[in-house]
C-alpha cells in the first residue's frame, strides 16, 4: 500500500529544505489493483448541449414537441403562413404538426438551426411527414442568410396525399462550401400543386455525417474531442437532467427508445425541451463506439423541486428500473423487455451495465433522511438480488451505506480548496468505493463568491488544481471507481452553467477545448492498473503518483506541481527499485504548462494556452531519473517496459 499523506507530512518537518527539490522512490512489486475506469465523463443535457450539442440533428424544433404554442423558429418562405395543426396528429408521441397555408409560387418554411447550419460539400441525410394533396417537387436547401445565395439543393417528387402521413427521405449535397455556420435551411414546393389550400408537416430532419456515420448518431467534431480523453466510463443519462423539476418530468426511458415518432420528447431540469433523440439506445452506442463502460443512473423519488415519493409509492419506479436493466442487458428469446429490444432495434445481443447510480445528488433538497431510509435499499436490494455483481452507487457520501454499495462525491470548487482534496480519499475505509461523479474549479481563487461572476471557459491554474484532485483520486486507485468532469458541454451561443469542458457553436472549427481538457488527455492517456509503493519527499508542492501498467510493462509517474515557493521550478529526482528500471533505461516525459499563466484559457479562435513539451530520458546509474519541473504544470513520465514484466 502506498504511505499515507498524514504520514509522508509527519516526515516533512526535516525536509524543510527540499521546497525545490524532490526525491520519490519507486518500490520494484506491484502493489493494490487499480481502477480501470479512472478518467471518464459525465453527460448533463443542460441547454443546448443534446439537442444543439452532441446529438447531430441539425434542426430546431423539428417536431414541435412540449407546451410551445408557437412554430419558432419557423419562418415562411414565398408568402404562406405557418401554424401549428393538431388535427390528425402524426403520432401519439408527437400530436402536433406545421401548417403551411396560401403563398404563391415556391412556398414554403425555412429554419435558421442551432445558430447556423456548417455547410460543407459533404452529403446531409434529411427526412421530413407531409400530409396533405400535393402534385410536384419538394426542394430542400441551404441558403446563405447574409447573401441569399443557394448553396445547393435537392429536388424530392411528392408521395404526399391526404389519405394519411407519408415520409420523404432525401440526400442533399451542397455543391459549394459556405464561408461561414449563417446559413438556412428550407423546404419550398410550388403552391399551384397544393389541392385543399394547405399542407401539413412534421418530423423535419437533417443530419451532416456523424461519429461512425451511426443514423440519428453524434456529432463527429465534439465525439472526436471527447475520443482523445480516452475516457473509460461514461455517466448518464444527467445529474439535475435525470431528476426534473416537479412531477411528471424525470427521465423516462421507455419514452427515449424506438423510432423518433414515438418519442415525445421531454422538458428537462434546466428550462429545456429534450428532443430525446439522444435516447437511451444512443447512449448505450456513444459508450460502444467510445470504449467505455456505461454508469446508467436512474430517478430515484425525488424531484429537484422537493417533491418526494413516499415508500409506499416507491415500488413502481424501482420496478422499472428493473425493466430498464432487462431491456439493456435481458436475453432477447426469453425475456420480455429482451424482446423488445430485439424487436424495435434489431438488436439482439444484449448490451452489458456493469455501474448503476441510483438518483442524482440525494443529499440536497431534503434528501436524505428518505434516502437513506427507504430510497436508496429498496432500489439497493432489488439490484443486488437479480444482479449480484452490480456496482450500486449511491448519489451522495454517506456512513449508511448498505453491503458494498459505492458513493458519489460531487465538488464544485476553488483552486486552493481543490488541492485540500489531494488527501481525501486516504482517509475513506475500504469497503465502499467512491466515483468523483461531477468537478470542476469554477473560478479564481481570488473570487470571494465562487458562484457569481464565473469564467466562461476553464483556467490553467483551475486546471492543474483538478490535476492534483485526479493524482490524489489516483493514489487511491483500490477505492476511487474514477473522476468525471461536470459540465462536458458549453453551446456559446445559449448556456445556463459555465466553464465547461468542452465549447463549441455550430461552426466544428470554432471548438474549444479546455485547458482540462488537456490535463485530463495527459493524465488519461497512460493508465496505471497497479500501485508501485512511493517513498521519499511528501508530496508537495509536487503532487505525485507512481505506479505500473500491467498490460505494457510501462512504469508511470503523474505529477502536478502546485504553489512551488515563489514559483521556483522543481528538480526531480525518481528512483526505481529493483531490476525492472536499470541505467540506461529510457522515459517518455510529458510536461504541459501555459505560458500565459495561472489565468490563461482556451477560447473560440485561439486554443494554444498549453504548451505540450516531450522529451526522452535516460536513467542514470541504479535506475534514476532527474528532470526539472516548472511550477503549475502537469506532467507524465512513462518507462516504457516490457509487456508482462
Ligand atoms: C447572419 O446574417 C444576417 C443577415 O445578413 C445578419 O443579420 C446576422 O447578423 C448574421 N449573423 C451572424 C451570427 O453573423
Ligand atoms: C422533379 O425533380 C426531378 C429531379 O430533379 C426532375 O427530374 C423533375 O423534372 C422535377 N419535376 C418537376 C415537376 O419539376
Ligand atoms: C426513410 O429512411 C428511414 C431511415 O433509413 C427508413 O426507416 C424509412 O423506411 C425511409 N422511408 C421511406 C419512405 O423510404
Ligand atoms: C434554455 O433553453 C430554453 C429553450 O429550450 C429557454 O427557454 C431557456 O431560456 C434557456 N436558458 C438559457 C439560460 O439560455
Ligand atoms: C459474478 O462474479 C463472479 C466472480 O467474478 C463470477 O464467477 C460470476 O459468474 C458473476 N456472476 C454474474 C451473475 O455475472
Ligand atoms: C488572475 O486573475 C485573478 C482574478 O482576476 C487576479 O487576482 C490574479 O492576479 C491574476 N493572476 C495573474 C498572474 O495575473
Known amino acids: 500500500m502506498i ?48 439537442d444543439g450539442g452532441l446529438y447531430a440533428e441539425l434542426i430546431r424544433n423539428r417536431a414541435f414537441q412540449g407546451a410551445s404554442t408557437s412554430v ?85 417528387v411528392s408521395a404526399a396525399t391526404s389519405a394519411g402521413w407519408v415520409q420523404h427521405n432525401f440526400t442533399l449535397v451542397p455543391t459549394k462550401a459556405a464561408a461561414n455556420s449563417n446559413n438556412t435551411f428550407s423546404i419550398t414546393y410550388n403552391a399551384a400543386g397544393v389541392k385543399g389550400g394547405s399542407l401539413s408537416f412534421n418530423l423535419i430532419s437533417l443530419f ?46 421507455q419514452n427515449t427508445i424506438g423510432p423518433l415518432k414515438d418519442r415525445p420528447g421531454r422538458m428537462g431540469t434546466w428550462s429545456y425541451q429534450n428532443t430525446d433523440g439522444l435516447g437511451l439506445v444512443e447512449y448505450m452506442q456513444w459508450c460502444e463506439d467510445l470504449n467505455m463502460e456505461p454508469l446508467l443512473a436512474t430517478w430515484a423519488g425525488l424531484y429537484l423541486g422537493g417533491s418526494l415519493t413516499p415508500q409506499s409509492g416507491l415500488q413502481p419506479y424501482v420496478d422499472d428500473f428493473l425493466n430498464e436493466l432487462e431491456f439493456l442487458m435481458g436475453d432477447a428469446a426469453t425475456t420480455k423487455y429482451g ?108 473570487a470571494s463568491n465562487m458562484w457569481n461572476n464565473r469564467p466562461l471557459y476553464p483556467f490553467w491554474k483551475g486546471s492543474v488544481s483538478e490535476a ?20 462536458l458541454f458549453c453551446n456559446l451561443n445559449s448556456h445556463q452553467w459555465t466553464p465547461d469542458l468542452i465549447a463549441y457553436t455550430a461552426d466544428p472549427a470554432q471548438t474549444v477545448k479546455s485547458t482540462s481538457h488537456a490535463v485530463i488527455k495527459l493524465l488519461s492517456s497512460v493508465r496505471i492498473t497497479h500501485l508501485l509503493s512511493m517513498t521519499g519527499d511528501p508530496p508537495k508542492p509536487v503532487y505525485y503518483v507512481v505506479g505500473l501498467n500491467a498490460a ?55 486554443i494554444a494556452a498549453v504548451k505540450t513539451e516531450t522529451t526522452t530520458l535516460t536513467a542514470g546509474a541504479g535506475g534514476v531519473f532527474t528532470y526539472s519541473l516548472p511550477d503549475l504544470s502537469v506532467s507524465v513520465l512513462e518507462v516504457k517496459g516490457v509487456p508482462g514484466s
Open 3 to 50: 504511505p499515507s499523506v498524514a504520514a509522508l507530512a509527519a516526515a516533512a518537518a526535516s525536509l524543510s529544505t527540499g521546497a525545490a527539490a524532490l526525491r520519490i522512490n519507486v518500490g520494484a512489486a506491484a502493489g493494490a489493483a487499480s481502477s480501470a475506469h479512472m478518467y471518464g465523463i459525465m453527460f448533463e443535457d443542460i441547454n443546448f448541449s443534446g
Open 72 to 156: 419558432s423558429p419557423w419562418t415562411a418562405v414565398g408568402g404562406a403562413r405557418l401554424s401549428l395543426s393538431t388535427t390528425q396528429p402524426l403520432s401519439s408521441a408527437l400530436p402536433k404538426a406545421l401548417a403551411v397555408t396560401g403563398g404563391s409560387g415556391a412556398v414554403g418554411f425555412a429554419n435558421p438551426g442551432y445558430w447556423g447550419f456548417d455547410v460543407k460539400v459533404q452529403p446531409y441525410t434529411g427526412s421530413f411527414y407531409v400530409l396533405g394533396d400535393y402534385a410536384g417537387n419538394f426542394t430542400a436547401s441551404f441558403q446563405s442568410t447574409a447573401s441569399k445565395e443557394t448553396l445547393g439543393s435537392v429536388d424530392i
Open 208 to 253: 451532416p455525417p456523424t461519429y461512425k456515420n451511426r443514423p440519428n448518431g453524434l456529432r463527429k467534431d465534439l465525439m472526436e474531442a471527447l475520443a482523445e480523453m480516452k475516457p473509460s466510463i461514461l455517466r448518464f443519462p444527467g445529474g439535475n437532467n435525470l431528476e426534473g423539476d416537479a412531477p411528471p418530468n424525470y427521465w423516462k426511458w
Open 339 to 446: 424482446a423488445q429490444r430485439a424487436s424495435i432495434l434489431g438488436h439482439a445481443r444484449p448490451w452489458r451495465v456493469n455501474f448503476v447510480e441510483i438518483g442524482n445528488e440525494d443529499n440536497l433538497n431534503g434528501g436524505p433522511a428518505s434516502y437513506t431510509a427507504y430510497r436508496f435499499p429498496m432500489f439497493y436490494n432489488a439490484i443486488k438480488a437479480k444482479y449480484p455483481n452490480m456496482t450500486v452507487i449511491a448519489s451522495m457520501e454517506t456512513k449508511s451505506l448498505p453491503g458494498d454499495a459505492a458513493q458519489d462525491y460531487h465538488t464544485y470548487s476553488q483552486p486552493k480548496s481543490m488541492i485540500g482534496d489531494f488527501a481525501k480519499f486516504d482517509r475513506y475505509d475500504r469497503k465502499h468505493k467512491v466515483i468523483v461523479g461531477e468537478y470542476a474549479n469554477i473560478n479564481r481563487d481570488s
Open 468 to 487: 492534483v484532485l485526479a493524482i490524489g483520486a489516483e493514489r487511491n486507485g483500490d477505492v476511487v471507481i474514477g473522476l468525471t468532469y461536470a459540465p
Open 552 to 606: 505494457t510493462g510501462s512504469r508511470v509517474v503523474k505529477t502536478a506541481v502546485y504553489g512551488s515557493p515563489s514559483g521556483a521550478a522543481v528538480s526531480m529526482t525518481v528512483a526505481f527499485a529493483g531490476d525492472a528500471v536499470a541505467a540506461g533505461a529510457t522515459a517518455t516525459l510529458t510536461v504541459l504548462t501555459a505560458p500565459g499563466g495561472e489565468n490563461s484559457s482556451n477560447a473560440v479562435g485561439s
